[in-house]
């Protein structure tokens, strides 16, 4: 979980849903954060958003800057610092957002 799952991958223009809840108790508030890349949340482009001890949200992407990106989430101690990489290629038809091993 704390970075060890395959590269996202989506293509630059094709809208990508996020699903976000955070667990824990009180003290446990999460930013989860995008590097190089906006998400749609609440009609607004943002690259942070804030979660409640058990909240969830749902927020989009549409890639507009291809690379490879960091998806990172700030925890209570670095050793439970989430981090995982996303991969936005240029826009291709006939293709769907994967995991990539």
């Not at 990508?16 to 446990?28: E, F, K």
């Amino acid at each position: 979980m704390y970075g060890g799952m395959p590269v996202i991958r989506m293509k630059k223009g094709e809208r990508v849903r996020w699903y976000l809840l955070a667990l824990g108790n009180t003290p446990n508030f999460h930013t989860p954060h995008w590097h190089g890349n906006g998400v749609l949340f609440d009609g607004h482009r943002v690259d942070t958003v804030a979660l409640s001890p058990a909240q969830s949200i749902t927020v989009d992407m549409i890639p507009d800057n291809p690379g490879i990106w960091l998806f990172s989430l700030p925890c209570d101690s670095p050793q439970n610092h989430l981090r995982r990489n996303f991969k936005s290629n240029r826009a291709n038809k006939h293709t769907t957002a994967r995991a990539e091993s």
